[in-house]
C-alpha cells in the first residue's frame, strides 16, 4: 500500500509541475501576443499620425504659396477694433465680458504683427459660441489658439425646499492671435 501511495504522490508531483508548466507557458504566449497587439496598435497610431501630418504640411505648403494670403490680412496691429468688437457682440448677446488682455507684436519687413489676445467670457454656451464665431469671421487672420469652457450651474434654494437650478453659465477662456501684415516697402 505504501508504494502504491508513493507511486501516486510521484504521479500527483509530475502532475502538478506539468500543469504549472502548461500555465506558465500559456501566460508567456498570452503575453507575448498581447506585446504583438500593442506593437501592432502602436504602428498603426504612429502610421495615423504620419498620414495627418503630411496632410497638414501639404496644406500649409498650399496655403503659404497662395500669393494673395497675406493681402488679405489687416494693415495695423492695433488691438482695439478686436476688443471694440468683442464688447459689442458678447453685449448683444447677454455674455460677460470678464477679462481682456492683450499684446502685440508689430510687424517688421521679415515678420507678420501679431495681437496676442486672451478673453474671458461668461455666459450660456451658444451665446459664448456666437461669439467666437463673430470674432472669426469679423477678422481676417485671426487664429484660435486656446479654448477652455468650464460649467457652472447657479442654484436658487427655496426656504427649507430642496434647491433647484436657477441657471447654467458657462466660462470660457478664449486665447487667440490676430496676425497683420508686414508695412510695404518706400517705392
Known amino acids: 500500500m505504501n508504494a502504491l501511495t508513493a507511486r501516486a ?11 504549472s508548466l502548461l500555465v506558465t507557458v500559456l501566460m508567456l504566449v498570452s503575453s507575448v501576443r498581447l506585446d ?18 503630411a496632410r497638414t504640411s501639404g496644406l500649409a505648403v498650399r496655403r503659404s504659396a497662395n500669393p494673395n494670403q497675406e493681402t488679405m490680412l489687416p494693415a495695423n496691429g492695433d488691438s482695439d477694433p478686436l476688443i471694440r468688437w468683442a464688447s459689442k457682440i458678447a453685449s ?30 461668461r455666459g450660456e454656451y451658444p451665446a459664448i459660441k456666437v461669439v467666437l464665431i463673430s470674432l472669426l469671421d469679423k477678422f481676417s487672420g485671426l487664429t484660435l489658439e486656446h479654448l477652455t469652457i468650464r460649467h457652472r450651474m ?23 492671435i490676430q496676425y497683420s501684415k508686414a508695412p510695404q516697402a518706400a517705392q
Open 36 to 53: 504583438l497587439q500593442a506593437t501592432a496598435a502602436l504602428q498603426m497610431q504612429r502610421a495615423l499620425i504620419a498620414s495627418a501630418s
Open 154 to 176: 447657479s442654484v436658487v434654494s427655496n426656504a427649507g425646499a430642496a434647491t433647484t437650478p436657477d441657471r447654467s453659465d458657462d466660462e470660457a477662456t478664449i486665447e487667440m
Open 92 to 121: 448683444e448677446q447677454g455674455v460677460t465680458l470678464v477679462q481682456i488682455q492683450t499684446e502685440a507684436a508689430k510687424p517688421d519687413s521679415k515678420h507678420l504683427g501679431q495681437i496676442h489676445a486672451a478673453l474671458r467670457l
Open 9 to 19: 504522490q510521484s504521479h500527483i508531483a509530475w502532475l502538478s509541475f506539468g500543469l
